[in-house]
């Protein structure tokens, strides 16, 4: 099994930037495809991005691409989302998640192991 903790949430205006942090415990990260999903207030969870465990596929909903980047460090058993010109609408709480395959995965069901999320507010 693999433990998630995220961070790096916060406040942030809009056009501004943001990095979480997705650190693993447990099983070594090396071993796991990583996602990030999102859940804003009265919505259902959305797909964000996702990062195979060689780091070598990387996948974004349209809304985020080009302003937001998925990489890891296996060596340091973290996954990092980069999150730039931030608008209103990236407001929600921010998961990582892990699943033991060798490619990408976009759907919530395909994940077996999920963190605790991060607050992210973007404020107009």
């Known amino acids: 099994q693999v433990q998630l903790v995220e961070s790096g949430g916060g406040l942030v205006q809009a056009g501004g930037s943001l990095r979480l942090s997705c650190a693993a415990s447990?099983?070594?990260?090396?071993?796991?495809?990583l996602g990030w999903f999102r859940r804003a207030p009265g919505k259902e969870r959305q797909f964000v991005a996702a990062?195979?465990?060689?780091?070598?596929?990387?996948y974004y909903t349209e809304s985020v691409k080009g302003r937001f980047t998925v990489s890891r460090d296996n060596a340091k058993n973290t996954v990092y989302l980069q999150m730039n010109s931030l608008k209103p609408d990236d407001t929600a709480v921010y998961y990582c998640?892990?699943?033991?395959?060798?490619?990408?995965?976009?759907?919530?069901?395909?994940?077996?192991?999920w963190g605790q999320g991060t607050q992210v507010t973007v404020s107009s």
């Open positions: 447990g099983r070594t990260l090396s071993l796991y495809a």
């Open positions: 990062i195979s465990r060689g780091g070598d596929i990387t």
């Open positions: 998640a892990a699943v033991a395959t060798g490619g990408v995965v976009t759907v919530a069901r395909g994940y077996d192991y």
